[in-house]
């Protein structure tokens, strides 16, 4: 069964560094979608992004973070300059359409550690 | 906007007793519903899912109907087993067009026992 797979499964960075975290969505999908789970805590829209540009984002998705289709294979979300808080298992899901019944099918996520 | 409310964990029950984990939501219009559960050190994966009312989503022994007069969705299993400790998570996606983001809840932590 075709699946989401995000790279790396662990990133450690500096506070204050850029991070770029990768996935590669379902293949036929065309809508892209990055959540966040700080530890203990619920998950949290990042943001949609469909037709390479953002459809919508959340109050958490400020300047510092960006995200981009760079080819046709892979989504990315950039964090410019890290923080402490961003520390949180990042997310990434694709679903074949809009559409209140499409499900998004989520990857095994990246774990972002902010020393 | 859209918020989910979802039983506190964490739940332990025996092997093959039954499950029950509450959920309800807020949202407007016609919305879809979703329960996604995490396997330790793995991604979210898809349960069920129900996308009109009276709609009853199932999987894997696991069902969940959509009530719209109550706005809930409740995940049910008759007998569960080992391998279902998990957290799971009960999830609403708004049927706007454009408004396409899952609200979850805050996942339930469910340990069976043999």
């Known amino acids: 069964e075709p699946e989401v797979t995000q790279t790396p499964s662990h990133q450690v960075t500096q506070m204050g560094q850029e991070v770029i975290l990768r996935c590669v969505p379902i293949?036929?999908?065309?809508?892209f979608y990055w959540y966040r789970q700080i530890l203990g805590q619920k998950v949290e829209f990042l943001v949609s992004?469909?037709?390479?540009?953002?459809?919508?984002k959340s109050e958490i998705f400020d300047d510092q973070f960006s995200v981009e289709r760079p080819d046709g294979s892979n989504f990315t979300l950039k964090i410019r300059s890290t923080k402490l808080e961003d520390s949180a298992m990042y997310f990434c899901a694709s679903s074949g359409g809009q559409g209140s019944g499409q499900p998004q099918h989520f990857g095994d996520g990246t774990r972002l550690s902010i020393l | 906007g859209d918020s989910v409310t979802q039983m506190e964990g964490p739940v332990t029950l025996s092997e093959e007793a039954f499950l029950t984990i509450n959920c309800t939501y807020t949202?407007?219009?016609?919305?879809?519903l979703f329960w996604y559960v995490q396997y330790p050190g793995e991604g979210l994966q898809l349960l069920l899912k129900?996308?009109?009312?009276?709609d009853k989503g199932s999987n894997k022994g696991f069902e969940a109907t959509y009530r719209k007069e109550t706005t809930s969705f409740h995940l049910e299993k008759g007998s569960v087993q080992v391998s279902d400790s998990a957290v799971y998570f009960c999830?609403?996606?708004?049927?706007?067009?454009?408004?396409?983001?899952?609200?979850f809840g805050t996942g339930t932590r469910l340990t069976i026992i043999p």
């Open positions: 999830a609403v996606r708004g049927s706007n067009f454009g408004n396409e983001k899952l609200t």
């Open positions: 992004f469909y037709n390479n540009e953002i459809s919508e």
């Open positions: 129900a996308t009109k009312a009276d």
């Open positions: 293949s036929n999908h065309l809508y």
């Open positions: 949202a407007t219009g016609y919305p879809s």
